[in-house]
T-cell receptor, first 117, second 115 residues
Framework: AQKITQTQPGMFVQEKEAVTLDCTYD???????LFWYKQPSSGEMIFLIY??????QNATEGRYSLNFQKARKSANLVISASQLGDSAMYFC??????????????FGAGTRLFVKA | EPEVTQTPSHQVTQMGQEVILRCVPI?????FYWYRQILGQKVEFLVS????????KSEIFDDQFSVERPDGSNFTLKIRSTKLEDSAMYFC?????????????FGPGTRLTVL
């Protein structure tokens, strides 16, 4: 079974508009963390935002916010006021077993975002 | 802002040759990781390393792979006898701690091409 599912292989958004990138996850571990990374065409992986399973509030980081719905096991990334530089691949990722020292990050397949001028 | 660095940015090698990919993690980080991303596919965990030991490894990380922290700053991934299917982008990452809210910060990657 897929641990991280990103159902949108590609998304288009108009510059200055908001966009939501979907992510659902599967775990039975009560202690886990959810991450979003951005991968521009140059290839590097840029950390964007983190949400812990016990966090009461949704994480926000500048124009990025994470819509965390624990019961639905979803962790959608919302980018507000899209910019041309936001065009990139976006990966949702999870680490399990944080209370027992989970080390590996499991990545989804990614969503390629295209921002139109 | 401190960052993870990797060298070389691109490595081309012949099948069967040994390659060493180098990484300099963020200086106060204690946990180190290697991931790989085959072109067009998802990022896959290879190994984590702490206190000069492997703390976790995936099924991909077989006997042809090894990791080492040869000095206080470098962290290396060695592939002993490269295969065509080892062609991928290899990412090094580091984190200050190994758990909790700790974020893994990734380097820019080394693109390995095996001919």
């Amino acid at each position: 079974a897929q641990k991280i599912t990103q159902t949108q292989p590609g998304m288009f958004v108009q510059e200055k508009e908001a966009v939501t990138l979907d992510c659902t996850y599967d775990t039975s571990d009560p202690s886990y963390g959810l991450f979003w990374y951005k991968q521009p065409s140059s290839g590097e992986m840029i950390f964007l935002i983190y949400q812990g399973s016990y966090d009461q509030q949704n994480a926000t980081e500048g124009r990025y916010s994470l819509n965390f719905q624990k019961a639905r096991k979803s962790a959608n990334l919302v980018i507000s006021a899209s910019q041309l530089g936001d065009s990139a691949m976006y990966f949702c990722a999870m680490r399990e077993g944080l209370s027992t020292g989970g080390f590996k990050t499991i990545f989804g397949a990614g969503t390629r975002l295209f921002v139109k001028a | 802002e401190p960052e993870v660095t990797q060298t070389p940015s691109h490595q081309v090698t012949q099948m069967g040759q040994e390659v060493i990919l180098r990484c300099v993690p963020i200086s106060n980080h204690l946990y180190f990781y290697w991931y790989r991303q085959i072109l067009g596919q998802k990022v896959e965990f290879l190994v984590s390393f702490y206190n000069n030991e492997i703390s976790e490894k995936s099924e991909i990380f077989d006997d042809q792979f090894s990791v080492e922290r040869p000095d206080g700053s470098n962290f290396t991934l060695k592939i002993r006898s490269t295969k065509l299917e080892d062609s991928a982008m290899y990412f090094c990452a580091s984190s200050e701690h190994g758990q909790g809210t700790d974020t893994q910060y990734f380097g820019p990657g080394t693109r390995l091409t095996v001919l």
